[in-house]
């Protein structure tokens, strides 16, 4: 059974031999993987070891085959299907990212609660949000991004749990729990700015 | 001596208590603050009593104080400066965000290499990227935010630190690291997005 920081670690491996790949690598080094990761050179070939990544006797391993062995553990990577709430600066930045795609990340509808800001038509439609907890049920949709102010992020919360989402990415600086099957995970800038700078600050006392 | 992960909690706890003072609140209870940074309660009052956080007789404890306390164990809040380098979608974002003001969080100055970004007459202004490093030595700026894309964003981590920036908050999809005193917490949305997912795929099976 895979504990979550080993699934944290085969997740980042996967993210970065897929990068090396798209950058025309066809073999990989485990001092390559724990450069990009942050992981251990011994923690990656530990891992792959484990996880039944096979090397090739020359050193490294291939791509396509460390590939197809996460895929395998980590399962058939499908497109995930999202709907975006509160279409703001953040949100409009998030939208505009078509990086997400090459991940098998597809956001399909967004909602907002400003009549300025609907727009059925567009390519990504910007629907009312009294209409989101609707299209989440009738369109099967299993994950969510919220960006809307503090005030309003647990309503909308609850609208997603009532439309069936069961993962949400949340960028309001609320902590929202995971509960009854729904898993939430806060996203929250302030707090990783704060930390970097208490450790700039303390590290010179090191 | 206090561990990282305790401080990480003392942050999020003066995160949390700032936030209750804001709403009015003048006594606050560890269950508030669990809730409210995903640590649990017990957990809370431990690191209260090691670092001399005082509950009060009927219970609980005074935001007063728990800020005073914690303004002393983590150090003065004074205000960090911040440049900004990437004025793209997420860069403008970050920019709009009046909240980090509320943190002590300052964005003094950005930088782009697109001339049509550039304007130094800005609340906050666009200079010419060019310009970074003698930036940041003449203003001994210590901290720094990139949002500039993944090819660039070495050559902009390598400009920082000629410029004696200190601490670095990477957006771009390319772990850069922490070395020679120069710390830098990269910010990936991908790996948030693909672990929300593997989550909420094997949840089920628990
Ligand atoms: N902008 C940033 O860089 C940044 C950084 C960190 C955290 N955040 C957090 O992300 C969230 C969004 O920030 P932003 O800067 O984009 O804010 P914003 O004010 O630009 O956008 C918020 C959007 O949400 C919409 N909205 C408000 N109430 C709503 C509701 N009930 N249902 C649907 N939509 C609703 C608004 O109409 C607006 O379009 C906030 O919680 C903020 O604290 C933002
Ligand atoms: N937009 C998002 O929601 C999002 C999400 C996750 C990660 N990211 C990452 O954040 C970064 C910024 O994303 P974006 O969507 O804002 O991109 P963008 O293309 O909208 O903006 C990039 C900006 O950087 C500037 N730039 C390019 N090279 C530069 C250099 N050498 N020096 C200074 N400026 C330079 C460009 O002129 C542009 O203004 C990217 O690395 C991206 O992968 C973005």
Redesign the interface.
């Known amino acids: 059974i895979t504990t ?1 920081d080993k ?2 670690r085969l ?2 491996y996967r ?1 970065a031999v897929r ?1 090396m790949k798209a950058m025309g690598l066809s073999r990989v080094y485990s001092d390559n993987i724990a ?4 992981v251990s050179a011994l923690q990656v070939r530990k891992d792959f070891c484990e996880e039944g990544v096979r090397g090739v006797r020359r050193g490294g391993y291939l791509v396509d085959s460390v590939l197809a062995r996460l895929e395998e553990v ?2 058939k990577d499908t497109t ?1 299907v999202f709907v975006l709430v509160g279409v703001g ?2 949100g ?3 939208l ?2 078509d ?2 795609a090459h ?1 098998g ?1 597809k956001i399909v509808a967004a909602f907002d609660v400003d009549p300025a800001k609907l727009d059925a038509r567009a390519p990504i439609p910007v629907l009312p949000v009294k209409d989101l907890t609707n299209y989440c049920r009738t369109h099967h949709i ?2 969510a991004i919220i960006t809307v102010p503090e005030g309003a992020a647990i309503e909308v919360y609850e609208a997603l749990v009532a439309g069936g989402v ?4 949340n960028f309001a ?1 609320v ?1 929202l ?1 995971s509960a009854g ?1 729904v ?1 939430v ?3 929250n ?16 006392s090191k």
């Open positions: 979550d699934v944290t997740l980042r993210s990068r450069d990009a990761t942050g980590l399962g995930c600066s953040l409009t930045a998030l505009k990212y990086a997400f991940y990340i299993r994950y069961k993962g949400i990415l600086p902590r729990r099957g898993i995970n806060n996203v800038l302030v707090y990783e700015i704060e930390q970097l700078v208490y450790f700039v600050k303390h590290a010179r």
